[in-house]
């Protein structure tokens, strides 16, 4: 298969909001990928580029490599083998020179690609490839493919920790029920929706349910067999030798082979949590740095028995058995609202993000974020000043899409940027401030539009964060648009000093 029926595939996933038409245009690239070749390492890459990622961990490549292109080709002439072979010569070059090796490589490539390939390839090298095809839709595209039930696919994902080894079996005809849970080899963890609300979110789960505090930090799933414990990251990277307490931990249950979930937090001496910063800080350390301590929520699999298919509530009965209360994250059965309403109070209190409410009688579940688990976070909000806005990509081709947001800075009368979002724009409002936007413009550059500093918007956000990224020092955290505030000036915008204080707090 051409490179460029990838592409193509993904522009045009890019450009539709629908699930379903999602799910059919990447199940038919599938489908004929498979068609094309029955080469189990090109149907991983195929896979993998369609999911937005590569089949490699590591390529060298870095941002400062993809800034300058070549011309873009006219005629597609890449095959899917060819780019994952030149990919994958990228991550075997070492020792002096490779970095000027690696960069003739990487023009070569863009060279032979179209401008919708080199899109894509730019997109997948620098880990930034925006088309909403998500783990659960990739799932649910290889089982249509495959012409297999979701539910299997999805069982083998939960199980393989690996959409690219699922889609090769299943587009080879080979057997989904092959894939068993075992003992160090990490799992696609199971993850939440979000909700507005507490009432929102029990409104989903229902009652009896559970409400987990809602830790800011690495998700981490460990397994021990003996005296062999590893513990990998959500993205299942390895990061055993980089959390010796979580190792620490487990060594200590009384069992013989187990599989957790949970979160690595970093404490701080009056025992409230640090910022998400500071704890990945210390996780990337590997110099007997202060530790990130393990806080653990669920157990897979206990001493020969697992336990996926059980209930929540079997679950946890199993996990207090085993871990002791000092590495369990703290978690109250709700069986009316107001328990739900008590916890969230506590949840803040204590420091922590908000909560996950849990369904008490649900299965453990992967890829899709449906409604057994549901996050509630607490909403800050503040008024900023649009300081310049890209042009979008593919559905969003042709409207200003993702905005500069700046604070007011009341000792020099200017702004300072927080960073950026495209989050939150309806249809209506990416052509509303597309207009606007324009009419404001001091420069129109290429890709970047600068506008005068006039217009406020409402934005909400989870927090605040350290950043030398930008110059005050601070950027906002899962930024999305409320709403334009025509009503406001800029001189009515919040403050630089309100933001540090927010994140100072």
Not at 94 to 110: A, C, K, M, N
Not at 425 to 446: C, M, N, P, S, Y
Not at 469 to 496: C, N, Q, W
């Amino acid at each position: 298969m051409l490179f460029a029926d990838i592409a193509a595939t993904s522009a045009a996933v890019a450009a539709t909001s629908s699930r379903r038409t999602k799910t059919a245009l990447l199940a038919d690239c599938l489908r004929r990928l498979a068609a094309d070749t029955r080469d189990p390492r090109v149907l991983r890459a195929g896979a993998a580029y369609l999911a937005g990622d590569l089949r490699q961990r590591n390529t060298g490549v870095g941002w400062a490599s993809l800034r300058e292109r070549p011309p873009a080709a006219d005629t597609p002439t890449l095959r899917v083998d060819d780019v994952d072979t030149r990919i994958a010569g990228f991550a075997d070059l070492t020792g002096p020179g490779s970095q000027v090796e690696r960069r003739r490589r990487l023009h070569d490539l863009l060279a032979a690609a179209t401008a919708d390939e080199q899109r894509v390839l730019v997109g997948l090298l620098s880990g930034e490839l925006r088309q909403g095809a998500q783990l659960g839709l990739l799932a649910d595209a290889v089982a249509a493919a495959a012409g297999v039930p979701p539910a299997q696919v999805r069982r083998a994902l939960l199980l393989a920790g690996d959409l690219k080894e699922v889609a090769a079996v299943a587009l080879t005809g080979g057997d989904l029920t092959a894939f068993s849970l075992n003992v160090g080899r990490p799992l696609a963890p199971m993850l939440a929706s979000s909700a507005p609300d507490v009432a929102g979110a029990l409104e989903a789960t229902g009652m009896p349910a559970y409400a987990d505090e809602k830790l800011d930090g690495i998700r981490i799933q460990v397994h021990r067999s003996g005296d062999a414990v590893s513990v990998w990251s959500r993205s299942l990277d390895d990061i055993t030798a980089r959390v010796p307490a979580v190792v620490e931990a487990v060594h200590a249950m009384p069992v013989e082979t187990v599989v957790l979930d949970g979160e690595a937090l970093g404490v701080g001496p009056d025992g409230r949590p640090l910022p998400f910063q500071e704890t990945a800080a210390r996780a990337a350390r590997r110099d007997g740095a202060p530790l990130v301590r393990p806080y653990f929520f669920d157990v897979l699999h206990l001493d020969g028995g697992d336990l996926l298919d059980a209930p929540l509530t079997d679950r946890w009965t199993a996990l207090t058995g085993v871990a002791p209360a000092d590495v369990l994250v703290a978690r109250t059965r709700v069986t009316e609202p107001g328990h739900a309403d008590t916890a969230w109070t506590a949840a803040l209190a204590a420091g922590q993000e908000g909560l996950v409410i849990k369904a008490a009688a649900a299965p453990y579940d992967v890829g899709r974020r449906g409604a057994a688990w549901v996050k509630v976070k607490p909403r800050h909000t503040l008024d900023l000043v649009v300081l310049a806005v890209e042009w979008g990509s593919g559905r969003r081709k042709g409207w200003l899409s993702n905005l500069h947001l700046g604070a007011r800075d009341p000792r020099t009368g200017g702004f300072v940027m927080l960073g950026k979002t495209f989050k939150g724009l309806t249809d209506e409002l990416l052509r509303w401030q597309t207009e606007r936007l324009l009419a404001l413009a001091v420069d129109k550059g290429e890709w970047v539009v600068t506008v005068r500093p006039e217009l406020v918007v409402e934005i909400a956000f989870d927090g605040v964060q350290t950043s030398p990224r930008y110059p005050g020092g601070v950027a906002l955290r899962f930024a999305r648009v409320l709403r334009y505030r025509e009503d406001k000036s800029a001189a009515d915008a919040d403050t630089i000093d309100t933001v540090r204080a927010i994140h100072h707090a």
